[in-house]
């Protein structure tokens, strides 16, 4: 029997300041609490598609594009691509689709936002993933995305997006067959009558680049440990270079339910398509909200 990939349904929402914003919704409604998949920094809702795939038969799973990626309107004003106008965003998104509470994937920056909820919206969390983050960034890695985001070549074809993937993020994915780094260059461009571009607009990272990488940054243990009260699962890129081992380490000896997983031959961010993540993820899913 052929297995059919669920479609999902593309919602609009409107922000406090007047943005469109996109959302994926996958599954019907269910008694089992839905799952939240918040992207990375300069990443979009597509890369949860097949994670919402294998939840999706017995659960709601959404997905956000944030201001300025995706499907979501381009903010003619840079200063608000800001964490903080962000989780604005998501909680104005999260209350006009019904969701009152729900297990959290947080890739990245969808994982600090998701810690950052535990001051605006801590009830909403039942459950959490944290896919590549923690409360400590490194440098390093902070470093490397400044170098890239914002800046990437603009490819004539796919190949050529596959090969623009690679050569960005080969060297931490070493581990990736060729329908990853299609689907990876998929992801990551979009085919305009323009050209190809990446589906993000590339003024995100003048305020990510506003941050001074030679001066401490603060960590965010208090948010963690915030979520003290519902149980976590980390991953880990092997190859990652913004959270450590150290960092994964100290963040299961503070918190009393906590997993950790290590995806081989990925960096920073796990793209959630192989097979043991997926597994993964689906079985902490299960195991916190058996239904």
């Known amino acids: 029997m052929t297995m059919t990939t669920p479609t999902p ?114 009830k909403a969390l039942r459950a959490v993933v944290l896919n590549d983050i923690g409360p400590v960034l490194e440098v390093e890695g902070l470093r490397r995305i400044q170098s890239y985001v914002g800046k990437l070549p603009r490819p004539s074809s796919w190949a050529g997006a596959v090969d623009v993937a690679k050569g960005t993020m080969g060297a931490h994915f070493t581990g990736l067959s060729e329908a990853d780094w299609e689907a990876y260059a998929r992801q990551t461009f979009e085919e305009t009558e323009a050209g190809f571009a990446p589906r993000y607009d590339a003024a995100i990272m003048k305020a990510f680049a506003q941050m001074d990488l030679d001066k401490p940054i603060a960590a965010l243990w208090p948010q963690f440990e915030a979520l003290a009260t519902v149980p976590v699962l980390a991953i880990r890129g092997e190859n990652s270079d913004l959270l450590s081992p150290q960092t994964l380490a100290e963040m299961a000896r503070r918190h009393p339910n906590f997993t950790a997983m290590t995806v081989p031959g990925q960096g920073h961010a796990p793209l959630l398509r192989d097979e043991p993540t997926l597994a993964g993820i689906e079985a902490f899913v299960a195991r916190v909200d058996p239904r």
């Open 9 to 122: 349904i593309s919602r609009f929402f409107t922000s406090k300041d007047g943005l469109r914003l996109h959302m994926k919704d996958w599954g019907a409604a269910s008694p089992a609490l839905p799952v939240v998949c918040l992207p990375g920094l300069s990443r979009t809702a597509a890369d949860f598609d097949a994670l919402a795939a294998r939840l999706c038969a017995t659960r709601r799973v959404v997905a956000l594009d944030y201001r300025g990626r995706g499907l979501s309107d381009r903010d003619p004003d840079w200063k608000h691509y800001d964490l903080f106008v962000e989780n604005i965003d998501i909680l104005t998104v999260l209350e006009a689709a019904g969701i009152e509470a729900a297990i959290f994937v947080g890739t990245s920056r969808g994982g600090l936002h998701t810690m950052l909820m535990t001051g605006t919206r801590p």
